[in-house]
């Protein structure tokens, strides 16, 4: 009898504390990262960061640290997780250099327990086939996540892409996966956004299909035929202030069947996720600064927000060991393969600082020295060449392609991987060498006004990464003239370094040499397209002849050899900063004082006042202009007419009275 009611008893708790135990089942931890960039090692400055000690540094980020964050939310947890990212692993630091041969960004990725990702627009910097030998080295070493795109369109006739069209069809790149957590089946897939294929012109001949449509069709698959509890989606679209652009808010809103949304690609800062319907859209910013933890249960095929935590990676968290030995074993190789042929070594000091150099939305200190460095590298290579060429009048370099601002930190130190993530970005067109080359061509003074109203105007519809910065020029401009036609006076600098007014006037014939990277060069097409030919530039070679092909417009840097030897940005950047003197005698330049501030090349004055607003205004100012007068014009006909009619039908009201 007594055994008899201690067997009833247990069954009873059985009973009762059923349910408890199989909704903890239905309880999943999503960790997510996106936007990695490459950021193998804490920042700023890199030769700050102590992975192996906490409480000595103010770096931020860390693989090393991230791997420690991952290992012990997996351990805090009886559920089951899955961590995931969001794209843009890739393109951003001296270890990218040589991803296409050892995979290293990937590789270390697996090892720090990421399950899936998904191809950002960095993904395809490298061209297609750069893309492909990346995902081919990393199968061989038998270490990737599981990666995913679902929106990527390849071009039947156009043999360009074949190579990664070739890895897709190995199915090294999945539509979308099935994962099983515990009693959870999750189908995850991965998207391209809008602005981030914009963001992708080295991905041609790939393109991609409206991230809305391709959701949509994967959706349909995962409830349909695959019975998904649940539906990540790996986003590189991104959310925006402004709800327009707000690519992954849109895509929660038009199908609202995706229950999570882990987004990318706008470096946006979620403190808490956003909330669209049913749909949990979380990000964490960039460069693993932080990493999201995302508590969610999983009920009647839809998931519910449990808790969030956005984890700040920084120096309270101690680096991973096994981590740490890796990524050391990467700083060799970079340092092998990349670093000993120009004479420098991975975090050997180059100049010295006793201030920040900053990238911000405005004149910065480093656009300045970034731009300065452009001009001076091109004209000292080659006037060593003793070329025939005239010198670069101007340079420019957008605030999108300086991806990192250069910190004295706690030794005032610039190291060569700090000073190289200013300008990482990149791959050329010679045998594949990596980082954008410096091209020139030349263009009209009118041309180089089109060329200042990209800072003025697009960059206010598109965002910072539009905004440039220059060398060579300076100008005013005011805010509240016409779109595309703000720039009021430009000044061009003379060898002597003085400043003389440029004649921008379609009248002006003289030619204007101009330098910048193959990236934004490639850029002008884009904008002339985007401003429907208002701001269309056409790069000309010395004769004035449209340069059709700007491959052909790269510096040469040595004219006697076979082929195109290209220079490259980062090169001049480093070249530029250790030409500086050494004030303090230690044997290492030290940065010029005149780069602590701005220098007054780029000066907004804001004004109402109709001379201002009409001085020296092109035909689109006066085009609207006309437009608005005859708009005017029309309206007032229209209500003299009105008014006429009324008083005659009141005047013949009165006599018929």
Partial sequence: MKLFKTLVFSLGLLILFAAPLGAAENTLTIIHTNDLHSRLLGYSPNIDYTPETTGDDVTRGGWARIATVI???????????????????????????????EALELR?????????????????????????????????NGQMPLLVSSNTIFDREDEKDDTLEAVFKKQIVKPYIIIDKGAIRIGVFGLMGLDAAEKAPFASPVTFENPIEASRRIVKLLQEKEK???????????????????????????????????SGHSHTRLAQPIVVGQTII???????????????????????????????IDDQIKGAERVNVLIDSFVNIVNRRILAEAGLSFFQTVSETDFDLTIKEEESNLGNLVTDSIRWYINRVESEKKSSLPRVDVAVESNGLIRSSVLKGRTGNIAVCDLFRAVPLGVGFDSGSMTYPLVTFYVYGSELKKALEILTSVYTIKGDDYYLQISGLKFKYNPLRMLFDRVTDIWIEQENGQYRPLDYSKSNKRLYRVAANMYNSAFLEIVGDFTFGILNIQPKDENGRIITDLTNARVDANQEKEGIQELKEWQGVMAYVRSFKDIDGNGVSDIPVKYKGMQGRIVKEASLNPVSLLVRSTYVTWTVLAVIIVVLVLLGLVVYIVVRLITRGGARSGRAG
């Avoid at 061209?127 to 990346?134: K, M, V």
């Avoid at 509890?229 to 895509?251: F, M, P, Q, R, T």
């Fill in 71 to 101: 290992e012990t939310v997996k351990k805090a947890r009886s559920n089951p997780t899955i961590v995931v990212d969001a794209g843009d692993f890739l393109m951003g630091s001296l270890f990218h250099m040589v991803s296409r041969k």
């Fill in 108 to 140: 270390l990725m697996k090892e720090m327990g990421f399950e899936v990702t998904t191809l950002g627009n960095h993904e395809f910097d490298l061209r297609p086939q750069g893309l492909a030998e990346i995902l081919e080295t990393a199968v061989k």
């Fill in 228 to 262: 998904a509890d649940l539906i990540i989606c790996l986003s590189h679209g991104g959310v925006n202030e402004n709800a327009e652009k707000s690519e992954d808010v849109i895509l929660a809103e038009q199908v609202g069947e995706i229950d999570i949304i882990i």
């Fill in 282 to 312: 979380v990000q964490t910013g960039a460069y693993g600064r932080n990493v999201g933890v995302l508590d969610v249960t999983v009920e009647g095929g839809a998931a519910r927000l449990k808790k969030y935590k956005l984890v700040k």
